[in-house]
C-alpha cells in the first residue's frame, strides 16, 4: 500500500535532478569555451601572427591631441598603449657602433682692433711722443708718478711774462736763460723788468770730442746776476756716455760754483744734435737713464737742487720716467699753450726766441711754480 507522503517525495525528486544536471552541464560547457578561446590567443601571440588590440576608448577615454613637437612613442606612452615588447628599436644598435656627437667648436673671438691715435687721446690714459727716428710712441701715464697740479686758466702773460695766481695771489717767479749766446746782459735791467732769476750755464761736454769745457761768459754773467740782485740757477749740457762721466760731470759743476751761493737748481741737460751725430747716438733709454741719474744724485750729494731738463719726447721717449720722474724736479721745455706733458713740473720754459729788454740776442722766457729761495 503506497502512502500519500512517499508518493510526494518521489514526484519533487525527478524535476530537481534534471536541474541541477542541467546546470553542471552548462557550466562544462562555459568552462571549455573559456579554456579553448585562452588557448587560441596564446598560441597567436606566441607565433607572432597577430597581437590582441585594446577596445576602443570610450569618449570620455579619447586620447588628448599630441602636442607639437611631440613624437609618436611619447603619444603611446601618454595613451598607456606601448608595451616593452612593442619597443623593437631598443637593441636596433646593438650591431652597429655608437658614432658620439662632436661638440661644435666655439669660435675664436675676434680680436678688438688696435686703438687710432684719436682714441688714445680721448681715453686720456696715454700721451704721445715722437723718437728721434720720427716713430710715434703712446706712453701710458703711470699711477705711480705726481701729475701736474696746475690750473692753466689762473695763468696772465703780459708782454710775453707769465704769472701763475692762486687765490688771487701771484706764486710764480719769473726767469730768463743765460749763456754766451745771450751776448751782452743787462743784468739791472732784466732785474727792474720784473725778472726773479736766471738759468746760467755753467759749460758742457763736447758731443764729437767728449772734453769738458766752461762757458766762455760763465764767470761774468754769474757775478753780474748776483750783483743785480737776481737769483741763479745753473745749466750744464751733458754728452756723458758711462756713469762716469756723469758723475765727472757734476764734479766739473761743483767745484766751479765753490766762490757763489746758488738757490735755484741745477739742471743735467741731455739733448741730440740736430742734423750731425754725436757721442750719445747709441745709449739706449736705460742707459741715458742711468747717466743721467748719476749726475742728479752727484749734484744733490754737493749740497746743490738738481733738476732735469728736457721736453716731453725726451722725457718720455728717451728716458725711462719711473726711475727719475719721482724722485727729481722737472724743467719742462714746452711751447704749447697748455702742456700735454702730463707729470709734475716745477720750472716751464714756455717761450723761445724771444726779444727781451736788456739782452743783447734772442733767448727764452722761464716760469718757476716753487720760489726755491724759501725751500
Not at 579554456?35 to 606566441?46: A, H, K, L, Q, V
Not at 646593438?94 to 667648436?105: F, G, N, R
Not at 737769483?231 to 762716469?244: M, P, Y
Not at 728716458?319 to 714746452?334: E, G
Amino acid at each position: 500500500m503506497r502512502m500519500h507522503d512517499d508518493s510526494d517525495e518521489r514526484g519533487m525528486g525527478t524535476p530537481v535532478t534534471y536541474t541541477i544536471v542541467g546546470v553542471s552541464v552548462f557550466v562544462l560547457i562555459l568552462l571549455a569555451a573559456v579554456f579553448m578561446n585562452n588557448t587560441g590567443r596564446r598560441n597567436t601571440n606566441s607565433a607572432g601572427k597577430a597581437v590582441q588590440t585594446s577596445p576602443a576608448p570610450t569618449p570620455e577615454e579619447e586620447p588628448e591631441q599630441a602636442a607639437e613637437g611631440e613624437t609618436d612613442i611619447e603619444t603611446l606612452y601618454k595613451q598607456n598603449k606601448l608595451r616593452s615588447e612593442d619597443l623593437d628599436f631598443w637593441n636596433m644598435y646593438d650591431d652597429e657602433p655608437v658614432i658620439l656627437a662632436t661638440p661644435t667648436p666655439k669660435p675664436t673671438p675676434t680680436p678688438s682692433h688696435e686703438p687710432t691715435d684719436e682714441e688714445l687721446a680721448a681715453g686720456g690714459e696715454h700721451v704721445k711722443v715722437t723718437l728721434r727716428d720720427g716713430t710715434i710712441k703712446w706712453v701710458e701715464i703711470s699711477d705711480q708718478i705726481p701729475l701736474y697740479p696746475y690750473d692753466f686758466t689762473n695763468i696772465r702773460i703780459t708782454a710775453g711774462k707769465m704769472e701763475y695766481y692762486q687765490d688771487g695771489e701771484k706764486s710764480s717767479c719769473l726767469g730768463v736763460e743765460i749763456s754766451k749766446d745771450s751776448g751782452n746782459v743787462d743784468f739791472a735791467a732784466l732785474k727792474a723788468s720784473g725778472v726773479d732769476f736766471v738759468m746760467i750755464k755753467i759749460g758742457s761736454r763736447g758731443y764729437e770730442t767728449g772734453l769738458l769745457t766752461l762757458d766762455e761768459n760763465f764767470e761774468n754773467n754769474i757775478k753780474k746776476a748776483q750783483d743785480a740782485g737776481l737769483e741763479v740757477g745753473i745749466t750744464f749740457f751733458s754728452q756723458a756716455v758711462s756713469v762716469d762721466e756723469a758723475v765727472e760731470e757734476a764734479e766739473f759743476v761743483a767745484g766751479n760754483l765753490t766762490p757763489y751761493k746758488i738757490n735755484y737748481p741745477i739742471a743735467f741737460d741731455m739733448e741730440y744734435i740736430a742734423n750731425d751725430e754725436a757721442r750719445i747716438d747709441f745709449l739706449d733709454a736705460d742707459g741715458k737713464t742711468q747717466i743721467a741719474e748719476a749726475f742728479l744724485s752727484s749734484v744733490e750729494r754737493e749740497g746743490y737742487r738738481p733738476i732735469l731738463y728736457g721736453n716731453k719726447d725726451w722725457l718720455l721717449g728717451e728716458l725711462v720716467p719711473d726711475k727719475l720722474l719721482k724722485d727729481y724736479d722737472v724743467w719742462l721745455n714746452d711751447q704749447s699753450p697748455v702742456p700735454d706733458y702730463p707729470y709734475q713740473f716745477r720750472l716751464w720754459k714756455y717761450a723761445v726766441k724771444q726779444k727781451i729788454n736788456g739782452i743783447e740776442n734772442e733767448t727764452a722766457y722761464i716760469i718757476s711754480f716753487v720760489d726755491y729761495t724759501r725751500k
